[in-house]
T-cell receptor, first 115, second 115 residues
């Protein structure tokens, strides 16, 4: 029940195309859903996040779509660029007390954007 | 520079040995999280500390231990090392994200190689 399932494992997209990565969770108590971007040799970096009271959040070319009833959320990267080539992780957590609970990560999607 | 400092960056050691990984969180962040990243398991939560106290435990082996000191830096101790402990170890601290949610800020990690 603590798992976050992410797909696909890898994704190849042409420059200018739309990259879509999907995640599903089981624990309905999760209330924070971030996406992280990781480049080789670096730590993951927070990209965008959403709470379950919102169905969509957009920041620049990055959009999270959230479907609470289906327990699914996805990351859309519009106008994908070669610089977006990285590994993307979805995650979920519980906020409790004054300190955020630990994040449960999906297994990651390696995105390659071809020029 | 994310503001989370991890040392050392690389560590090569022999089986059976003990090592200590160090993490300094972002200024003002009270929570420190440790994660292990391997190719097949993705990012696995190990342990969380909040203002010096252990807050949550994940898939942390009994051979591993951690602590957070009064100055809020944290150390992860790995003992009786096995080949399978070779991985990237990340530390993260909580950061305020625009919009009011709390996101992790990851360090650059320590790459541990057990030979």
């Amino acid at each position: 029940q603590q798992q976050v399932k992410q797909s696909p494992q890898s994704l190849i997209v042409q420059k200018g195309g739309i990259s879509i990565i999907n995640c599903a969770y089981e624990n309905t108590a999760f209330d924070y859903f971030p996406w992280y971007q990781q480049f080789p040799g670096k730590g993951p970096a927070l990209l965008i996040a959403i709470r379950p009271d919102v169905s969509e959040k957009k920041e620049g070319r990055f959009t999270i779509s959230f479907n609470k009833s289906a327990k699914q959320f996805s990351l859309h990267i519009m106008d994908s660029q070669p610089g977006d080539s990285a590994t993307y992780f979805c995650a979920a957590s519980l906020n409790y007390g004054g300190s955020q609970g630990n994040l449960i990560f999906g297994k990651g999607t390696k995105l390659s954007v071809k020029p | 520079d994310s503001g989370v400092t991890q040392t050392p960056k690389h560590l090569i050691t022999a089986t059976g040995q003990r090592v200590t990984l160090r993490c300094s969180p972002r200024s003002g962040d009270l929570s420190v999280y440790w994660y292990q990243q391997s190719l097949d398991q993705g990012l696995q939560f190990l342990i969380q500390y909040y203002n010096g106290e252990e807050r949550a435990k994940g898939n942390i082996l009994e051979r591993f231990s951690a602590q957070q000191f009064p100055d809020l830096h944290s150390e992860l101790n790995l003992s009786s090392l096995e080949l399978g402990d070779s991985a990237l170890y990340f530390c993260a601290s909580t950061a305020r994200y625009r919009g009011g949610f709390y996101g992790y800020t990851f360090g650059s990690g320590t790459r541990l190689t057990v030979v």
